[in-house]
């Protein structure tokens, strides 16, 4: 609780990430005339609107002292699901995304409930549905299959005034998770119940009613995530969700979030999720070798984490 | 109350419906029809500029030895014309990033996007984009691929190729027996195409029975390693589709280990050069050709399109045949299993 609220002192492994990550903006935009373009930069908002709202959903999870392997394929699932059932029909965009949310909050309550009853570590009961749902996306098809609709494609691809609409949608969303992870009872419990679970039942926090509403969380924003990316698609490529849960942890962590647990912020996960998508974007605009992107982009995050990450507190 | 149960009723009949509807699977189009439409002359005036230009290239994988010779192809016609600098990013299989790769490369004012896809439908509406933004596309080493933001392809059709491997391999065992399969990335159009090609062969032969289909990831450490599998499950495999060199390696590794090399029979592979060090040594399977030239061709349209010249929207880089007694010419001893065979100049081959 008190990691929320810290003291407004500039710290490195809280504000590390922001001094990185306004530092490599502002000497990207000095000396790469592409990069600061207005155009490149509502570019690399409509890159990390997915990435962004995935980051959000796994925040609460790793703050609650957990982990969900799960997203990427609840994302994964959605684009196939949303994809087939809209077929281009923008009548249906509403109650499908409702529905597609409804299936991404099942699927986590349904790990919140494993995890609580199963008593399993969190990494390897979400890994196990992650298996499951790539089964079942299989089971279902092996190629792109359906289409989004009109008014997905605008909100994942449009802009208005210059602002894509899938930036203001995530910081709508950012908003109101910082909201409940900062300023709420259930956000105070979170972080007690990740810091320290013992501490926090002796408290009389309900520990695992915590998880249970994070995996739920979790759930409802990977699909979300999942309806988005499709709509970034256009159609319901059954790998799309391929490898999204470990870049939106990467994300989470490079913001400083702790995975042992206990402390974490929404802002500083998103400056993480918006530090991948400008390395990416400096990159490429540099016209470095893909091979050598790899590289940077790894001694990156190891170099970001390291600053950010209090040396000893995850072990 | 009311609402809720509303709700609850609306979510089941969505659910319902979800099952109801299934994914569309469409046939491949025929041979003849995609020939026709490749046949067709695009106007290109609009797209007509003065040099030098900037190519980019869109890769939907780099890590994979096809791709790297492609590029290299690419770069080799390139260095021909008034071309300036050639741009490549690497989407690593993930059709997202390739969406926000060409995205990036646009922004970098390129005059020209070659690109190999992870998915055709994935990136048909960024395509679209650049063809709006008077960008003009060329599609390499794919399918023929037929989509307003597609403007020319220098195409190997997947399905023909595997049409051909099958075929080679129906008449290898004699038109009866169990084979395997091995395609690879599942989702990916290689494999679906590929595996369309076989069961459309396969309604032919009646007496062919296709015991598993197993997607390899072009991976020869994973090919071997399902193939273990399949020889523990399977007592008696007659045959082994198997389109990709790399993973046909894999493949044999594993039956030459099990001391099973001897009952069955491999299908052509491609020109990966591990693949035909094999068949050199077992005079058996033999290639279909997956031409890495089609990066070149695909440059060679490009330049014509800036041009102002009217192309066809595509262009064949046929497969071909190539029997186990006329691996040699294509086979490279003294390089890696890692090359493929190309008429690459020396600067151009891969370091």
Same mark, same amino acid.
Request: hydrophobic share 50%; aromatic share 6%.
């Given at each position: 609780?008190?990691?929320?609220?810290?003291?407004?002192?500039?710290?490195?492994?809280?504000?590390?990430?922001?001094?990185?990550?306004?530092?490599?903006?502002?000497?990207?935009?000095?000396?790469?005339?592409?990069?600061?373009?207005?155009?490149?930069?509502?570019?690399?908002?409509?890159?990390?609107?997915?990435?962004?709202?995935?980051?959000?959903?796994?925040?609460?999870?790793?703050?609650?002292?957990?982990?969900?392997?799960?997203?990427?394929?609840?994302?994964?699932?959605?684009?196939?699901?949303?994809?087939?059932?809209?077929?281009?029909?923008?009548?249906?965009?509403?109650?499908?995304?409702?529905?597609?949310?409804?299936?991404?909050?099942?699927?986590?309550?349904?790990?919140?409930?494993?995890?609580?009853?199963?008593?399993?570590?969190?990494?390897?009961?979400?890994?196990?549905?992650?298996?499951?749902?790539?089964?079942?996306?299989?089971?279902?098809?092996?190629?792109?299959?359906?289409?989004?609709?009109?008014?997905?494609?605008?909100?994942?691809?449009?802009?208005?005034?210059?602002?894509?609409?899938?930036?203001?949608?995530?910081?709508?969303?950012?908003?109101?998770?910082?909201?409940?992870?900062?300023?709420?009872?259930?956000?105070?419990?979170?972080?007690?119940?990740?810091?320290?679970?013992?501490?926090?039942?002796?408290?009389?926090?309900?520990?695992?009613?915590?998880?249970?509403?994070?995996?739920?969380?979790?759930?409802?924003?990977?699909?979300?995530?999942?309806?988005?990316?499709?709509?970034?698609?256009?159609?319901?490529?059954?790998?799309?969700?391929?490898?999204?849960?470990?870049?939106?942890?990467?994300?989470?962590?490079?913001?400083?979030?702790?995975?042992?647990?206990?402390?974490?912020?929404?802002?500083?996960?998103?400056?993480?999720?918006?530090?991948?998508?400008?390395?990416?974007?400096?990159?490429?605009?540099?016209?470095?070798?893909?091979?050598?992107?790899?590289?940077?982009?790894?001694?990156?995050?190891?170099?970001?984490?390291?600053?950010?990450?209090?040396?000893?507190?995850?072990? | 109350?009311?609402?809720?149960?509303?709700?609850?009723?609306?979510?089941?009949?969505?659910?319902?419906?979800?099952?109801?509807?299934?994914?569309?699977?469409?046939?491949?189009?025929?041979?003849?029809?995609?020939?026709?439409?490749?046949?067709?002359?695009?106007?290109?005036?609009?797209?007509?500029?003065?040099?030098?230009?900037?190519?980019g290239v869109s890769a939907g994988y780099l890590?994979n030895?096809w791709v790297v010779f492609a590029l290299?192809h690419v770069?080799?016609?390139?260095?021909?014309?008034?071309?300036?600098?050639?741009?490549v990013t690497d989407a690593?299989f993930?059709p997202?990033?390739q969406?926000?790769d060409i995205?990036?490369?646009?922004?970098?004012?390129?005059?020209?996007l070659i690109y190999w896809p992870v998915d055709d439908?994935s990136v048909?509406?960024?395509l679209?984009?650049?063809?709006?933004?008077?960008?003009?596309t060329v599609q390499a080493g794919g399918g023929?691929t037929?989509?307003?933001?597609v403007?020319?392809n220098a195409y190997i059709?997947q399905?023909?190729?595997?049409?051909?491997?099958?075929?080679?391999?129906?008449?290898?065992?004699?038109?009866?027996?169990?084979?395997?399969?091995?395609?690879?990335?599942?989702?990916t159009t290689a494999?679906?195409?590929?595996?369309?090609?076989?069961?459309?062969?396969?309604?032919? !032969?009646?007496?062919?029975?296709?015991?598993?289909?197993? !997607?390899?990831?072009?991976?020869?450490?994973?090919?071997?390693?399902?193939?273990?599998?399949?020889?523990?499950?399977?007592?008696?495999?007659?045959?082994? !589709?198997?389109?990709?060199?790399?993973?046909?390696?894999?493949?044999?590794?594993?039956?030459?280990?099990?001391?099973?090399?001897?009952?069955?029979?491999?299908?052509?592979?491609?020109? !990966?050069?591990?693949?035909?060090?094999?068949?050199?040594?077992?005079?058996?399977?033999?290639?279909?050709?997956f031409?890495t030239?089609a990066g070149?061709v695909a440059?060679?349209?490009?330049?014509?399109?800036?041009?102002?010249?009217?192309?066809?929207?595509?262009?064949?880089v046929?497969?071909?045949?190539?029997?186990?007694?006329?691996?040699?010419?294509?086979?490279?001893?003294?390089?890696?299993?890692?090359?493929?065979?190309?008429?690459?100049?020396?600067?151009?081959?891969?370091?």
């Open positions: 609780m008190a990691v929320v609220r810290a003291p407004r002192r500039l710290a490195l492994d809280r504000d590390g990430i922001f001094l990185l990550l306004a530092a490599t903006v502002i000497i990207a935009a000095l000396t790469i005339p592409a990069f600061r373009d207005p155009a490149n930069f509502a570019n690399l908002f409509r890159q990390a609107g997915v990435l962004g709202i995935l980051a959000i959903g796994q925040t609460f999870v790793i703050v609650a002292g957990m982990i969900d392997l799960s997203i990427g394929m609840i994302a994964g699932l959605v684009v196939v699901l949303s994809s087939v059932l809209l077929n281009g029909n923008a009548v249906l965009t509403l109650p499908v995304v409702a529905l597609m949310i409804l299936v991404g909050a099942g699927i986590g309550l349904l790990n919140g409930v494993l995890l609580n009853t199963l008593r399993l570590h969190p990494l390897i009961l979400t890994f196990g549905m992650l298996s499951v749902l790539q089964g079942a996306i299989f089971s279902f098809t092996d190629k792109s299959v359906g289409r989004t609709s009109e008014p997905l494609s605008i909100l994942a691809n449009g802009d208005i005034f210059g602002i894509p609409w899938i930036a203001i949608l995530l910081m709508g969303l950012a908003v109101g998770a910082h909201f409940l992870f900062a300023r709420s009872r259930f956000g105070y419990h979170l972080v007690a119940a990740g810091g320290n679970p013992e501490s926090a039942r002796r408290a009389g926090i309900n520990v695992e009613r915590i998880r249970l509403a994070v995996f739920v969380i979790s759930g409802a924003t990977a699909a979300l995530a999942g309806v988005l990316l499709a709509g970034r698609l256009g159609t319901g490529y059954p790998l799309a969700g391929n490898g999204l849960e470990l870049d939106a942890i990467v994300a989470v962590v490079l913001g400083g979030t702790l995975l042992s647990g206990g402390r974490g912020s929404i802002w500083r996960s998103l400056a993480g999720v918006l530090m991948l998508a400008v390395i990416s974007n400096v990159l490429n605009l540099l016209g470095v070798s893909a091979f050598v992107q790899q590289f940077i982009k790894g001694v990156i995050v190891i170099v970001a984490i390291l600053l950010n990450q209090p040396r000893g507190a995850n072990a | 109350m009311k609402l809720t149960r509303r709700l609850l009723l609306g979510v089941a009949a969505l659910a319902t419906a979800s099952l109801a509807v299934g994914p569309a699977f469409a046939d491949q189009a025929s041979d003849a029809a995609q020939t026709a439409k490749a046949a067709e002359t695009v106007d290109t005036t609009a797209f007509k500029k003065e040099g030098p230009y900037k190519i890590a030895s290299q770069r080799w016609e390139a260095s021909k014309h008034n071309v300036s600098e050639v741009v690593a993930n997202a990033k969406v926000s995205e990036d490369l646009l922004r970098q004012n390129i005059d020209l439908a048909a509406d960024v679209k984009r650049a063809v709006d933004a008077g960008v003009p023929f037929d989509a307003p933001g403007v020319s059709s399905w023909k190729l595997g049409e051909m491997v099958a075929r080679h391999l129906m008449t290898d065992i004699g038109g009866k027996g169990k084979i395997v399969a091995m395609l690879p990335i599942a989702g494999a679906v195409d590929q595996l369309d090609a076989l069961n459309t062969v396969l309604k032919e !032969y009646p007496d062919v029975q296709l015991l598993s289909v197993e !997607y390899g990831d072009w991976n020869r450490a994973k090919a071997k390693q399902i193939t273990e599998n399949l020889l523990q499950r399977f007592p008696e495999i007659d045959g082994v !589709y198997s389109p990709a060199g790399q993973m046909s390696i894999g493949m044999a590794e594993a039956f030459d280990e099990a001391g099973r090399l001897g009952e069955t029979v491999f299908s052509p592979g491609d020109e !990966y050069n591990g693949w035909l060090k094999w068949v050199a040594a077992h005079k058996q399977g033999g290639a279909v050709t031409p030239r070149q440059v060679q349209i490009g330049m014509d399109i800036l041009a102002g010249k009217p192309v066809t929207r595509g262009i064949a046929p497969s071909e045949y190539v029997a186990p007694a006329d691996i040699g010419p294509l086979t490279a001893p003294d390089r890696p299993d890692d090359w493929w065979a190309s008429d690459l100049p020396a600067e151009f081959l891969p370091q």
